[in-house]
């Protein structure tokens, strides 16, 4: 499969009213997209009608040459606000073996191969050490990489990540970012939600930018949508965010194309 993700002309919403829409775009498989834009322009409801979650308004998406309900299962995904609770006496070990419900079943034994899978899992975030440690006890950043592995361990096609990086100190963050790297070295295809530049370009080998409408409620539209050297630049940044307040890292972005 030579394409993950293809969208014609394509809305996504809930009760009828589109969030995003005029998305047209293929994702190569094996891509590492940094969709990036600013708060309500659309990002966690693209990554939702992608797992067929949201409502698909107009147009037409495929995910993975089929529709976002067949493609599930080889979806994986870690939310923005995780529902989990972290009362509940469970492990870290325990919590990732969930990522393998939607295979086998919740009654259905683990076995020999899915118990490699957890541990494999825990190795790639870098919690092996962790895995009978108590969820709840864990720190933030290692909640979040505990539920990035429950993601994993179903080996799935495409990952979409929403604003993983989110309150994270730096080295649960370099954790991250190595993983992206050696998922798209892998074959893999990533989408993952971020207001951070840098991780588009020290990651990522694509940009989607979303831009908010100009008025409240208006749905997001594409400001752009490339590699990080055709879609990641000054024009189009400031297009999407629309606001010469936000901090765009402008520095950033020119220097870093000027050394390549």
Same mark, same amino acid.
């Given at each position: /499969? ?79 606000? @995780? ?14 073996? /969930? ?55 179903? @080996? ?72 990080? @050297? ?18 765009? @890292? ?11």
């Amino acid at each position: /499969m030579t394409t993950a993700l293809a969208l014609s002309d394509a809305a996504f919403g809930y009760a009828g009213k589109s969030r995003v829409e005029r998305l047209t775009l293929e994702i190569p498989a094996g891509a590492a997209v940094a969709l990036i834009g600013p708060n309500g322009s659309g990002k966690s409801t693209l990554l939702r009608g992608i797992l067929g979650l949201a409502e698909l308004t107009g147009g037409r998406v495929e995910v993975l040459g089929t529709s976002p309900e067949r493609a599930r299962r080889a979806v994986g995904s870690l939310p923005q606000a @995780d529902t989990r609770d972290v009362s509940l006496p469970v492990t870290l070990r325990q919590v990732v073996t /969930m990522g393998l419900y939607r295979s086998l079943g919740p009654v259905a034994p683990v076995g020999r191969s899915g118990r490699a899978a957890v541990a494999e899992a825990l190795e790639r975030v870098g919690l092996a050490a962790h895995a009978s440690h108590r969820f709840g006890e864990l720190s933030g950043g290692q909640q979040q990489r505990g539920i990035l592995a429950r993601a994993l361990v179903a @080996d799935p096609e495409l990952l979409l990540l929403d604003e993983p990086f989110n309150g994270l100190d730096r080295e649960n963050r370099d954790v991250l970012l190595q993983l992206v790297r050696d998922l798209r070295a892998e074959g893999r295809t990533v989408l993952v939600s971020t207001h951070d530049l840098e991780i588009a370009q020290a990651a990522c080998s694509h940009v989607l930018l979303l831009a908010s409408g100009h008025t409240p409620g208006q749905p997001g539209h594409p400001a752009g949508f490339g590699t990080v @050297d055709e879609a990641l630049t000054l024009a189009a940044v400031q297009h999407a965010f629309q606001d010469t307040t936000v901090e765009l @890292d402008h520095h950033t972005v020119t220097t870093t194309r000027e050394t390549e």
